[in-house]
Nanobody, 125 residues
Framework: QVQLVESGGGLVQAGGSFRLSCAASGRILSSYVMGWFRQGPGKEREFAATISRRGLSTAYADSVKGRFTISRDNAKNTVYLQMNSLKPEDTGVYYC??????????????????WGQGTQVTVSS
């Protein structure tokens, strides 16, 4: 199995940017489709972005499309989420997750078997 640790969150004003990182250990990252999910205060966890094993395909939630970019560096066993033009509604805990059996990029959280502990992102207005 794989262990995932997110980093890079914090507090930023609306319009600002963050880059989140997800470092994997235990197994090589290229074995997994990877995704980022988020959970806002009082909300259900929701899909944000996903990337195929070799990084050739990505998919995004409509709410983040054009502002967020997911990428991966399999040599460094790390996945990234670049977040630009942040809005207060982007506030939440961001989770990195690994899907060992997904065929391609997936927005279905039940396909993700391994999850990180999450990193808080707070966007002030």
């Amino acid at each position: 199995q794989v262990q995932l640790v997110e980093s890079g969150g914090g507090l930023v004003q609306a319009g600002g940017s963050f880059r989140l990182s997800c470092a994997a250990s235990g197994r090589i990252l290229s074995s997994y489709v990877m995704g980022w999910f988020r959970q806002g205060p009082g909300k259900e966890r929701e899909f944000a972005a996903t990337i195929s094993r070799r990084g050739l395909s990505t998919a995004y939630a409509d709410s983040v499309k054009g502002r967020f970019t997911i990428s991966r560096d399999n040599a460094k066993n790390t996945v990234y989420l670049q977040m630009n033009s942040l809005k207060p509604e982007d506030t939440g805990v961001y989770y990195c997750a690994a899907a060992p059996r997904a065929i391609g990029p997936s927005d279905r959280d039940y396909e993700y078997s391994y999850w990180g502990q999450g990193t808080q992102v707070t966007v002030s207005s």
